[in-house]
């Protein structure tokens, strides 16, 4: 994990995202302002980034992207997760409506030759372990968390330990809940494997 300093990303997300305007305007005759709103950072893990416009007028308000993203992805990642929000502020310019995920949108991805036009982080379990202190497991699929929590309260612990929650999968209610810290099961009956 590299540690990103703000401004800097910041410079080179916004010249990247000023070189590609450039050769989309070049190569489709077309006129989208160069990006001169925040480009903003967050801490999430799951979502790579977002755009955000005034609806009335469609006017851009700002990038957000994941320093978490940032930090943990190789640079082909990082450059298709900009190329990505970058496609909705052209959208949103050229057709003045919130494209979304839609055909137009995806019209523009081709033009700036994304190759995953997917804005959802995977992560792999080996990194969810680490992300989260308390994993919720069935026997059903003991790789793979039911749920993850930063934080376990006693009234949460307290439910599992009942049985009060089910998996979404199989509807079992015997639900493990591990401490990835201290390897410790907190609530549940072990099963092997797990």
């Known amino acids: 994990m590299r540690k990103i300093n703000k401004e800097e990303a910041e410079k080179r997300i916004r010249g990247f995202m000023n070189q590609e305007i450039d050769k989309f305007n070049k190569k489709y005759n ?3 302002k ?9 801490r ?29 992805n190789e640079e082909d990642k990082i450059e298709n997760t900009i190329l990505h929000e970058l496609a909705h ?6 057709y003045q409506d919130n ?13 700036l030759e994304m190759k995953d ?3 959802r982080y995977e992560r792999t379990i080996e990194e969810t372990k680490q992300d989260y202190r308390y994993h919720v497991i069935c026997e059903c699929n003991p790789e793979r968390p039911v749920a993850v929590y930063h934080r376990m309260n006693k009234n949460t612990l307290a ?4 049985h009060a ?7 079992n209610n015997n639900l493990i809940v591990l401490d990835t810290k201290t390897g410790e099961v907190l609530a549940g009956e072990p099963v092997e494997g797990v």
């Open 34 to 42: 160069h990006v001169d709103f925040p480009i903003l950072f967050n």
């Open 99 to 111: 494209c979304q995920h839609d055909v137009r949108w995806e019209g523009i991805c081709e033009k």
């Open 165 to 171: 929650y089910r998996c979404n999968h199989c509807k």
């Open 89 to 94: 502020y052209i959208a949103t310019e050229i």
């Open 117 to 119: 036009k997917s804005a």
């Open 30 to 32: 077309e006129n989208i």
């Open 159 to 162: 439910k599992f330990k009942r």
């Open 44 to 72: 999430r893990h799951n979502n790579r980034g977002y755009y955000r416009f005034i609806r009335r007028e469609y006017t851009p308000m700002e990038f957000g992207f994941s320093l978490y993203v940032l930090e943990n």
